[in-house]
């Protein structure tokens, strides 16, 4: 109960007690003139002090209009209608004067207004442009030295979490434009942590279309939700940077530093980033953009698995996710520019990062075995050190009217450098103790990969008939050189049976050169009824050599174990044909697929002669129906079948040894699975109202499911192999809504959402077949609220329940109740100081699987000043976790595995930090287009 109350202390900043009012306002929109009442003209009320949007209506069919339930105030009220000036009054409601009738109001043309009056009024906060809302930054209280995240907050139906994610309306934002141009490999965090508020002139919110979609100008169903900063005209000639440096009594530091120039159309920026408080990581983000995703990858379905991820376990993640101590070091520079009245643009980024983790780590595992449960249990020490170097690069032309053509560049280094230390044991329920073990494993590694793409694209004189074509080639080289050195011990009733030592080095190398071309040709059929041909083919080549030496003498690690090396050359040769046949009127579109691909593979042993040949034809057919409701959203449910081919992982019948206790063994007879799935989306946004209503859903079932066949021996050894479900299916099936509303009256931003997912799927241990079921049951409740000048507030409730069990396994129930809340307090005091709290609670409840709960409440908390003039020189004091009860803590479910973590994370600290943001704009140079 303290714990509730802790956390709900900041709603206490503002009473939610709101009395029922009669007052009201109404009137008549008329054109005096012609003589006609004006309907469907709209009619927006805006509070005096701050201009915000406090309702919203239109006229009915007589030009009437009535908006109710008003408290006292001052208020402006605003009348617009197409090609009529807007109407502007500024009024005061009262209980003594509670019911305003302004009769008849005259609404003046263009043309006439020309000749007569100028009417004068506030311009209002949002506009809706087609698909696009657009928000005028004037409408919105920004701060001294505030960023863009900063004034993201404010606006209604968007939300930015502590960590920079977006969300619009219950959709994530995954891309953050500047004047339309990507910034820093499309990295949003670099955009909304950095630009400052008061250089914005517009926010932008649209759903992105695809590459092709854009060119061809048919819909291809994909939509990326997007926010492009539309800056001020003088504020795009001139420079700004910032400047932190942070320290701590302990170990703790935080250095950052940040130059942009901006010059009418070009952009130059350079930013570079020290610190150990898991604030800074280097991003995967162009991989997304430029990396093998810009590859028509998709119609590889066999070899390019194993090509592009590859099984070497110890090459570490870029990210830092929580777990371990980490000290990052990257930088990064950007430039782009346009020329020629835009028709050509180059955008260039390179980003480079050195990232140190280190920690410990503890996990117990739970899987099914027939009546009983496989228990394994590992502490760990590790430390992981991974360097990278990233480049990209971007040129677009527009040849002529009809002809459009881009290249894309991209390529990466990567070296890594890990080591660990593990305590493994393996028991299984009523048997006791099976094995017991001690590993050290070391590693260094190194990834390189390179990427071309040429798009050329042409529309003919024929509207909606277009051709293009677009070819890419994509290259990548992984190696790593490391040791194994183990002991583990076998048991028999509780005493050693056997032991077993060993002490390899082991080598890996691959090579892959992948190409690829695909041409789409669209053709008008009707006036709305289009017709799209693709053709792909693709190349994929790759060698992978194992490599595993037992030691002859000490240190000469010159016997090579033939069991668990190998090299194999393997190609892929696909040819995918498809079409689609797209009807599309005024606000409806319904399209329908049918792709058709062949694929030939082919993998040689060269240590064994033997060559595996396997071929795949496969369908994909596909139905969508979308309906846009204009200026509020829109409807849409799709239908899609695909084929999952098993992985080279899976087919090579050859034992992949990464652990003496766990074998992987390949199946080359596995069968493609088939996947039937159905999406659905409904969206309704409001946005001049503050509300929207988003539900999506989702239902897939496989057959043929290729699952795990799990083995586990007298002595704790796991192998597993792989085979095809059969007559059953595995399915999924999920269902969430989110709710968004701006209180006008108390002038809060709320959300709600509910999330339901089921999940049932099947595997094999010691030869019975397990079901599993997994479920869980989500909510969330939002408020956010902000006082220019004197706080903001936000709180967040997610309660859960998850559900998971195994009919024949009772003991791995991992059913259980979760919640998580938080809440954040900002305070604008006196003479430039300012304070800061924020309160996280996360709870889970003990289960049968795992009879341990988890709690834990963070508070962090941070005291500002400002100095200077401009208040852009900041001095501040932070504390992270006061209550020292960070403690890493994961508990997840991985097909018939459940898992339980606990890891070394970042704690209490407290650091001293002393920022200074910096400006210089010149005045707008009107000589520029």
């Known amino acids: 109960m303290k714990i509730f109350l802790l956390l709900l202390i900041p709603l206490c900043f503002f009473n939610i007690v709101l009395a029922q009012s009669n007052l009201k306002i109404k009137g008549l929109a008329f054109d005096s003139f012609k003589g006609v009442a004006l309907s469907k003209a709209s009619v927006s009320l805006l509070q005096e002090k701050d201009s915000i949007l406090m309702q919203f209506a239109w006229t009915k069919n007589e030009g009437s209009f009535s908006i109710e339930k008003l408290l006292p105030g001052k208020y402006i009220l605003l009348i617009c209608y197409p090609d009529y000036a807007d109407y502007v009054e500024k009024f005061e409601i009262s209980l003594q004067r509670p019911i305003i009738d302004l009769g008849n109001i005259n609404l003046m043309s263009k043309a006439k207004l020309l000749s007569e009056v100028i009417i004068k009024g506030q311009i209002s906060g949002v506009k809706v442009k087609g698909d696009t809302l657009e928000f005028n930054s004037k409408s919105f209280y920004v701060a001294p030295n505030a960023k863009v995240e900063d004034l993201l907050r404010q606006i209604p139906g968007l939300q930015v979490d502590n960590n920079g994610k977006i969300s619009a309306y219950g959709q994530t934002v995954t891309k953050v434009l500047v004047e339309g141009e990507e910034f820093f490999g499309d990295d949003p965090t670099l955009v909304t942590k950095n630009i400052r508020a008061d250089m914005v002139d517009k926010i932008q919110l649209y759903d992105k279309k695809s590459d092709n979609a854009n060119l061809t100008g048919i819909n291809d169903g994909v939509k990326i939700k997007t926010i492009n900063i539309k800056l001020k005209e003088d504020k795009k000639r001139g420079y700004f940077w910032k400047i932190v440096g942070g320290i701590s009594l302990s170990r703790y530091q935080q250095q950052q530093a940040m130059l942009n120039i901006f010059k009418n159309k070009s952009k130059f920026s350079i930013y570079g980033n020290i610190g150990n408080t898991g604030k800074v990581e280097l991003s995967n983000a162009e991989n997304d953009k430029y990396g093998i995703n810009s590859l028509d990858l998709d119609i590889f379905q066999v070899g390019i698995i194993t090509s592009l991820n590859n099984d070497n376990a110890e090459f570490v993640n870029e990210h830092y996710e929580g777990q371990g101590l980490p000290n990052a070091r990257i930088g990064g520079v950007h430039y782009d520019q346009k020329w020629n009245s835009d028709k050509q643009k180059i955008n260039v980024n390179y980003k480079m990062g050195l990232l140190n983790i280190k920690g410990t780590k503890d ?30 690069f971007a040129y677009e032309i527009k040849l002529d009217t009809a002809s459009f053509f881009k290249i894309t560049l991209f390529g990466s280094t990567k070296n890594n450098n890990s080591s660990q230390s593990l305590n493994t044991s393996t028991l299984i329920d009523d048997f006791g103790l099976l094995n017991q073990g001690d590993r050290i494993l070391g590693n260094d590694g190194e990834q390189q990969n390179f990427n071309v793409n040429a798009l050329y694209n042409r529309k003919f004189k024929k509207p909606r008939r277009s051709f293009s074509l677009r070819i890419s080639q994509y290259s990548s080289l992984s190696k790593s050189d490391g040791f194994l050195n183990s002991k583990t011990n076998y048991f028999s009733e509780d005493k050693i049976d056997s032991v077993q030592n060993i002490n390899q080095r082991r080598i890996f190398h691959q090579t892959s050169q992948i190409f690829s071309g695909t041409i789409n040709y669209t053709e008008p059929i009707s006036k709305n009824i289009s017709l799209i041909l693709n053709y792909a083919s693709g190349l994929n080549r790759s060698v992978s050599t194992r490599k595993i030496f037992n030691q002859s003498n000490p240190g000469s690690y010159d016997v090579i174990d033939q069991l668990y090396s190998n090299n194999f050359d393997f190609d892929e040769v696909v040819n995918r044909l498809g079409g689609s046949i797209q009807y599309a009127h005024q606000n409806r579109e319904l399209r329908v697929s049918l792709w058709a691909s062949n694929i030939d593979f082919s993998q040689l042993n060269n240590v064994g002669g033997n060559r595996y040949l396997k071929k795949f034809t496969n369908f994909a057919p596909s139905a969508s129906y979308f309906v846009n409701i ?61 509300s929207s209503i988003n539900l999506n859903g989702f239902y897939y079932i496989t057959n043929d499911q290729i699952i795990n066949d799990i083995d586990v021996d007298v002595a704790g050894k796991t192998t597993i192999s792989f085979l095809n479900l059969g007559s059953r299916n595995t399915s999924n099936f999920s269902i969430s809504g989110i709710y968004t509303k701006k209180i006008k009256r108390l002038d809060i931003n709320t959300s709600i959402e509910i999330k339901i997912n089921s999940n049932l799927d099947y595997s094999i241990s010691n030869n019975d077949l397990i079901k599993r079921n997994f479920s869980s049951y989500t909510s969330s409740f939002n408020v956010f609220k902000l006082k220019p000048k004197q706080y903001s507030i936000n709180f967040t409730l ?88 960070n403690s890493g803590f994961l508990r997840n479910a991985v097909g018939s595995t459940i898992n339980q973590s606990n890891y070394t994370t970042i704690r209490r600290y407290v650091l001293f930090s002393l920022s200074w943001d910096f400006s210089k704009f010149g005045t707008v140079d009107k000589t520029q287009n």
């Open 363 to 392: 996990v117990l595992s739970r899987n099914n075995l027939s009546a009983s449960a496989v228990s394994n249990t590992a502490s760990q020490d590790f430390q992981n050190e991974l360097t990278s170097k990233k480049m990209d």
């Open 630 to 690: 204009p200026n509020k959203g829109w409807f849409s449910i799709s239908y899609l079948g695909y084929a999952t081919q098993p992985t080279i992982a899976q087919l090579q019948p050859v034992q992949i040894y990464e652990d003496p206790t766990n074998f992987v063994i390949g199946n080359p007879s596995l069968r493609n699975a088939f996947t039937n799935r159905i999406n659905l989306n409904y969206l309704i946004s409001r946005p001049l109202e503050g």
């Open 798 to 885: 997610r309660p859960a329940y998850h559900q998971s069990y195994s009919a024949y396994v009772p003991m791995l129930d991992n059913s259980g109740f979760a919640l998580q809340a938080n809440s954040s307090l900002g305070l604008f005091l006196p003479k430039g100081f300012g304070l800061n709290t924020s309160i996280s609670y996360n709870y889970q409840a003990q289960t049968h699987a795992f009879g341990q709960s988890f709690n834990a409440v963070l508070v962090n908390a941070s005291i500002s000043k400002t100095f200077l003039k401009q208040e852009n020189l900041i001095l501040s004091m932070s504390g992270n976790d006061l209550l020292n009860q």
